[in-house]
């Protein structure tokens, strides 16, 4: 197996993971040993499959199509001039040895060997992926929503639903199943992701003469009692009624029991046929961390003290949702696992790293959580941030100029606003790009191979 070493004079500090801590530790690094990385002294090296880092908090407005996916994205390359970009799969981690193993770019493809990239320092960045359950039907008919490419097939799913219910006017059961849509969790992520695919279905049904928006059928299913638990008791009641308002159907304490062949069965007896089902209950560790020497905590995250250090390592350091990071303003507790923390914490991060290199004190992590806004649909939304609770018009508005001014680099900034202007004069496209995941059908078709009927979205 191909072994990888930087100069011999070069410290190399490799970031596992190119998201929010990752490309943020990069970022700041960079910055903070310009002159080191300008004398060839230190090497940075980002690990990750992609070559972009995507923002989250805007993966609702890609999908509802307020924003090109390409603009809530930010390239590694682009933005991580002085270090070395990678991309590839880590699938083991031996800090013993100052060692990860890399199953880069072009493995499966092109015969690329596996191979070990040497480090003086680490940074354990994977970040998190969702967390399911052992429910029947899950893994075969639900998605996440987590990456920009969930986004994007999202929105064409939605609409080529509305397509299937469009084209079959005297079918009624298939015209319930297309236009029946179900999202598990009702923590930001599905909240966001259905408020705004709701708003964009509604929409686009003044182009689709025979769907009334009344036949769509939108269910949210929560296990616990309440939504939206970070903006408080209070806002996440007024949301869950917002929502129920718009007719969408929210069921608390509730719990996903099946979904073979997508017939829905909950725990309340309700079953029924939907054609999408969305899971975003939660989330958990990147399952490489278990592939490494380092020490994990009982969910499987690396503990970490409040310098951001692995516990018990030296020269390894992590952060995010893949850690374990204890929360310095509460007791007991650990930070939660979301951008504010991370891209804080990255930053922190990157630098005690620096502290470390030219043998001053570290820091400590410290932050009190300030509150948190959530989108709802266009011109609708909540927000609780330094006790100061807003809903409606104001929320939505704190929602986007606050994440706007979180989102890296100038270029994405102007290009995000640049939509949002145009969307003040021109309506959003409703057109399902569903053949993209089918990319080569059309040429196979061109050279004899017969056409497939694809399956049920």
């Known amino acids: 197996m191909p072994s990888e070493r930087t100069a011999d004079s070069a410290k190399h500090i490799v970031i596992v993971g190119g998201g929010y801590v990752g490309m943020y530790t990069a970022l700041r690094l960079q910055r903070k040993l310009r002159g080191e990385l300008r004398r060839g002294e230190v090497a940075v090296t980002v690990i990750d499959p992609q070559s972009y880092m995507t923002y989250q908090p805007f993966l609702p407005e890609a999908a509802a199509g307020n924003l090109e996916p390409r603009h809530v994205v930010a390239p590694l390359r682009r933005v991580l001039s002085g270090c070395r970009v990678v991309n590839g799969y880590v699938t083991k981690i031996e800090h013993a040895k100052r060692r990860v193993t890399l199953c880069p770019a072009g493995t499966s493809t092109a015969g690329v060997p596996e191979r070990h990239v040497h480090y003086d320092r680490l940074v354990l960045a994977l970040g998190s992926i969702s ?13 996440g929503f987590k990456t920009i490419e969930e986004a994007i097939f999202l929105r064409n799913h939605v609409i080529h639903q509305l397509d299937i219910a469009e ?8 015209r319930r199943r297309a236009l029946t849509f179900v999202f598990v969790g009702a923590g930001f992520a599905g909240v966001e992701a259905m408020a705004e695919l709701e708003d964009m279905a509604r929409l686009a049904c003044r182009w689709y003469p025979h769907i009334d928006p009344e036949e769509m059928r939108w269910v949210m299913v929560e296990a616990t009692d309440r939504i939206l638990p970070e903006v408080g008791p209070e806002m996440g009641r007024w949301t869950a009624e917002a929502l129920r308002a718009r007719g969408i159907e929210v069921k608390l304490d509730t719990l996903l029991k099946s979904a073979r062949g997508r017939h829905i069965v909950l725990s309340d007896g309700e079953e029924f046929d939907a054609g999408t089902l969305v899971w975003t209950a939660g989330v958990k560790p990147h399952p490489v961390v278990r592939q490494s020497d380092l020490p994990l905590d ?7 003290t409040a310098e951001l250090t692995v516990d018990g390592a030296e020269h390894a350091y992590t952060a995010g949702d893949n850690a374990a990071v204890p929360d310095l303003t509460e007791t007991g507790e650990f930070t939660a696992p979301n951008a504010q923390h991370a891209v804080r914490q990255a930053k922190r991060l990157a630098d005690n790293i620096v502290a470390d290199m030219r043998g001053r004190p570290r820091k400590p992590y410290r932050h009190a959580y300030v509150g948190s806004v959530a989108s709802l649909g266009l011109h609708k939304g909540v927000a609780n941030v330094y006790g100061i609770k807003l809903r409606g018009w104001p929320a939505w508005f704190m929602h986007r100029t606050y994440h706007l001014s979180r989102m890296p680099t100038v270029n994405r900034k102007f290009r995000i606003t640049a939509d949002w202007t145009l969307a003040m004069f021109f309506r959003r496209e409703m057109v399902s790009l569903g053949e993209l995941e089918r990319p080569r059908e059309e040429f196979e078709l061109a050279a004899g191979r017969p056409r497939e009927v694809p399956a049920a979205r």
Not at 167 to 174: M, Q, Y
Not at 298 to 304: D, F, I, M, N
């Open 131 to 143: 967390k399911t359950l052992p429910i029947p039907g899950l893994a075969e008919c639900g998605i």
């Open 298 to 304: 009982e969910r499987g995250r690396v503990k970490a």
């Open 167 to 174: 084209s079959n006017p005297d079918d009624a059961e298939v």
